[in-house]
Nanobody
Framework: QVQLVESGGGLVQAGGSLRLSCAAS????????MGWFRQAPGKEREFVAA???????IYADSVKGRFTISRDSAKNTVYLQMKNLKPEDTAVYYC?????????????????WGQGTQVTVSS
């Protein structure tokens, strides 16, 4: 069992930055692939970024060059650094854990989910 708690969301102006954190419980955090997803009102949940247990990364095209995912296994935490934010980045951001490699962009691949943190980007 893995429990995930996101933090770091908030209101920011377009062009600004935020860093999201996801704290994970459980002793096997380092074995999980970790992902960030987001969901805007009226839209489906969509993939943002993921990082494997060995540090491999994948990103959605819409955030490449602006967002960076990282993990600190000593702290059982995964981060999402977001720069040059745009109004279309506004959504609830969710952290998720995947016990089955390789890392995936598919929502259905992930076993555990956090409660989400709101990110709002004003124009």
């Amino acid at each position: 069992q893995v429990q995930l708690v996101e933090s770091g969301g908030g209101l920011v102006q377009a062009g600004g930055s935020l860093r999201l954190s996801c704290a994970a419980s459980g002793r096997t955090f380092s074995n999980y692939g970790m992902g960030w997803f987001r969901q805007a009102p009226g839209k489906e949940r969509e993939f943002v970024a993921a990082i494997s247990s060995s540090g491999g990364r994948i990103y959605a095209d819409s955030v490449k060059g602006r967002f960076t995912i990282s993990r600190d296994s000593a702290k059982n935490t995964v981060y999402l650094q977001m720069k040059n934010l745009k109004p279309e980045d506004t959504a609830v951001y969710y952290c998720a854990a995947d016990s089955r490699p390789p890392i995936s962009m598919r929502v259905s691949q992930y076993d555990y989910w956090g409660q989400g943190t709101q990110v709002t980007v004003s124009s």
